[in-house]
C-alpha cells in the first residue's frame, strides 16, 4: 500500500512515522540512529511503496533555517540519491518536541517513560506528518512547505500565510 513516511531527522537519532493508506493518520513507527537511517528506508520500502517524504526542517521563529538546517540538508541530499523518483516536503518543525512531549502526557505516559528521547523523537515525526496529511487533506492551511524538486536542497524556505485572522 502507498505510504508517505515522516522524518524528525536528529544527529543522533532520527524519529520516524507513516501514514495509513488513506493519507489520513500519522501514526509513530520507529526511532532509528541516525547513521542507519537510510538503510532503515530501504529496507521498509521492501514491503511498503513509499509515495513521499515528509521532512522536518528547523526553522527558527523569523522563518529563516536554523543552524541544525544543514545536517538536514546533508541528510537531504543522501535521502534525494537513494529515492530519486520520490518527492519530498519540508515541514516546519518549530515546536514539535513541545507538542510530544504535551502528547505523552495527554496519552497518559508516566515521567520516567517521557524522558526516553527516542519515544519523543517518533512522536515528532507523526506531528510533523499529521501536520502536512492536514493542510493537504484541507484540514489546515499555512506553515512552511518546500517540495524538494530534482534532489536539490533549497537554499532557502518560503513562508505560506495561513489567510486565518488571529482571534
Known sequence: MDRIIGIDYGRKRVG?????????FASALETVQNAKIIEYLKKYAETETIVGFVVGY??????????????????????????PGIPVTLEDERFTSVLAHRAMIDGGMKASERKDKASV??????????????????NLSGGIVTAMRSGNVPDTMSVKNSGRRRR
Open 16 to 24: 520516524v512515522a507513516v501514514s495509513d493508506p488513506l493519507r489520513i
Open 58 to 83: 528547523p526553522v527558527n521563529m523569523d522563518g529563516r533555517p536554523s543552524s541544525a538546517a544543514a545536517d538536514v540538508d546533508a541528510f537531504l541530499n543522501r535521502l534525494a540519491k537513494v529515492f
Open 121 to 138: 523523537d517518533k512522536i515528532s515525526a507523526a506531528i510533523i506528518l499529521q501536520s502536512y496529511l492536514d493542510r493537504e487533506s484541507g
